[in-house]
């Protein structure tokens, strides 16, 4: 029979004997029917893959345990007691089932399965697609990377200088470039509450910036038409691979174009105007430098210079420096100039900033100094004097004598004409109106002059 009822349960039976009797009642036997065990399993049930060694327990005190881990678990001890160790390999859905006899020898009837949930590590990371040249500052510049399996969040790296600008922890991302961003890879993986899966491989990112604005420009202020061979310069722009320089109408750069350094050349018909030059690359132009003036004049004509009377004379009315034995005479700029040595004398004009090239050059003789004629003489007193001058001149023949009294920028103060000496003679002249400074005295006429140098000290 079977018994489908628990606890205390009885079997009877009677029967008749062959004389055809009954027993007065019936045999009654007592059974005992003992329920089957249901096993309890405890342990984790929600793991990540390969993250180490769990534990599985049921009921004590129980005989016959036969534990079973189902494909993707390995059980590593335990078998035959309550409680089991087991390591998952496998992803997925898994299972821990068991069965015992209890101490009625009663086993359940089928075992206790415990479900298992094998939480994966992400896949890995496919290639990133995007922009891969840059030119900084940039901002919304898209990546993206296709669904990673298993993940729950993704990870990206970055270049120096860069931010994620939206997307961040997805597989799809906005990236802006700072100004102090620099080239450098991008990777992502894949993260969930196992971990992180595989790295991407690194997808290259150049990243270009502007140039930096354009330093001073150095080289000469002014060009004398025609000029050529004129440098100009402006320090490296950082970032520049280029350079774009604008010049002043007319001009030519003719060599250097698209550096830094440039030579210009300035033909006459070239105009005043100012140099400027920015730096370039791929990424654009960089802010222009300051405007560099350059002052553009035609080179005045080579004066011509003329001696009359021990008296040098420029037929450039302004601009005149003269110069003895090519040496620069201090202060000497007027038009006129007179030679206290024997030398040669040239004149310079300079206009505009632009100088000629020298005049002809006149050789003055110092000659007669303190003669006249064979026997005359010329004595000039006191010396320094307050401005008050006395001349005592001497002749053994009739002189018909001019006088001119110059300062030291050769510009005449005094001048008497038609002085007639035979023997001696006595004159004073009055300087005294006249600034502290070295005066000359010629003495002159179209046979022989005289120079005196005298110093008014009032």
Request: charged share 5%; hydrophobic share 35%.
């Amino acid at each position: 029979m079977t018994w489908n009822g628990i606890g205390a349960q009885t079997v009877s039976v009677n029967y008749s004997n062959l004389n055809g009797c009954l027993a007065p009642t019936p045999t009654v036997y007592n059974v005992i029917i003992n329920g089957s065990p249901t096993p309890v399993i405890t342990g984790a049930n929600n793991v990540c893959v390969n993250s180490g060694n769990y534990t599985y327990t049921t009921q004590t005190l129980m005989t016959a345990y036969v534990w079973t881990v189902s494909s993707g678990g390995t059980l590593n001890s335990g078998q035959g007691t309550n409680a089991i160790s087991v390591i998952w390999t496998g992803s997925g859905a898994q299972t821990v089932s068991v069965n015992y006899t209890n101490s009625s020898g009663c086993s359940a009837s089928s075992p206790t399965v415990y479900p298992v949930t094998i939480n994966p590590i992400p896949g890995a990371a496919g290639t990133i697609s995007g922009t891969a040249s840059i030119c900084a500052p940039a901002a919304g510049i898209s990546y993206s990377v296709a669904p990673i399996s298993g993940a729950t969040a993704y990870a990206w790296t970055l270049p120096v200088g860069a931010s994620i600008g939206t997307g961040a922890g997805t597989n799809n991302i906005t990236v802006n470039f700072g100004t102090n961003a620099v080239s450098g890879n991008i990777t992502v993986y894949g993260t969930n509450l196992c971990g992180a899966g595989a790295t991407s491989p690194n997808y290259p990112i150049t990243v270009g910036l502007l140039p930096v604005a354009a330093g001073t420009i150095t080289g000469p202020a002014t060009a004398c038409t025609p000029a050529t061979g004129l440098v100009y310069s402006v320090p490296l722009i950082t970032n520049a691979t280029g350079y774009a320089w604008t010049i002043p109408a007319g001009a030519m750069i003719v060599s250097g174009d698209n550096t830094h350094s440039i030579t210009v050349d300035f033909p006459s018909g070239a105009t005043s105007g100012n140099l400027s030059v920015y730096g370039t690359n791929t990424c654009g132009n960089g802010t222009p430098s300051a405007n560099y003036a350059v002052s553009v004049a035609p080179k005045p004509a080579a004066p011509v210079i003329t001696e009359n009377s021990g008296i040098l004379t420029s037929d450039a009315p302004a601009g005149n420096q003269w110069y003895k034995d090519n040496t620069v005479i201090p202060s000497a700029t007027g038009q006129t100039y007179q030679p206290t040595q024997t030398g040669h004398y040239t004149a310079v004009v300079t206009l505009n900033g632009c100088s000629s090239v020298p005049s002809n050059d006149i050789y003055f003789l110092m000659t007669g100094i303190d003669a006249l004629g064979q026997n005359g003489t010329l004595s000039v007193y006191p010396n320094p004097t307050d401005g008050m001058v006395t001349l005592d001149i001497s002749t053994k023949d009739l002189q018909v004598l001019d006088l001119k009294v110059v300062n030291n920028l050769g510009s005449l103060v005094y001048e008497l004409k038609d002085l007639r000496v035979q023997g001696s003679a006595s004159r004073t002249i009055d300087l005294r109106n006249f600034p502290d400074g070295v005066y000359s005295i010629l003495l002159y006429n179209n046979n022989t002059h005289i120079l005196k140098k005298i110093v008014i000290n009032k």
